[in-house]
């Protein structure tokens, strides 16, 4: 789905792949799932109120602006996202190779040159408490050997 709400071919093969989840992260998905009141395989995880894909700048300017603005991080983007996680993954050790992958770039050169930057260690340790804080408080337990309907991620 691109961001006119129509199926898109992708950029590049590389576009195409499964990308593996997290165990813990797979039972939120699937709990959160569980919850939805469309419970179609082909049922969107995260739907508009009118059951379709919900549109990448409504949910920008709805949820993730408005958001940021309340923790003072001024104007971000999607993008943002991606190199951040490039950033964490390069700093912790995970080679260039499957940080490419996760992201679905062509080439690992990409992911190097554009997405991967520096931080300053002062700057990386309050990403940390700031994730801490959000994660530790706003976290139910979910039960990880309860059996959800499995669910297509796309």
């Not at 080679?95 to 992958?101: C, F, M, P, T, W």
């Not at 690992?108 to 994660?135: D, F, G, N, W």
Request: charged residues 25%; proline residues 6%.
């Amino acid at each position: 789905m691109n961001r006119f709400q129509t199926d898109a071919v992708p950029k590049t093969r590389a576009s195409v792949a499964l990308i593996p989840l997290p165990p813990e992260l797979s039972v939120e998905l699937l709990w959160w799932k569980s919850t939805c009141t469309e419970d179609s395989p082909d049922a969107f995880i995260f739907a508009s109120k009118g059951k379709t894909a919900i549109h990448y700048k409504n949910w920008l300017d709805r949820t993730l602006l408005p958001a940021a603005e309340r923790a003072n991080l001024g104007r971000i983007s999607y993008h943002m996202f991606r190199r951040g996680y490039a950033t964490e993954a390069h700093e912790a050790g995970i080679g260039d190779k499957n940080i490419q992958g996760q992201l679905r770039h062509a080439s690992p050169e990409i992911t190097r040159t554009v997405y991967m930057q520096t931080i300053p260690a002062a700057q990386k340790k309050s990403v940390h408490q700031m994730e801490k804080l959000m994660v530790g408080s706003n976290k139910e337990k979910r039960n990880p050997k309860k059996k959800y309907k499995p669910i297509r991620v796309a």
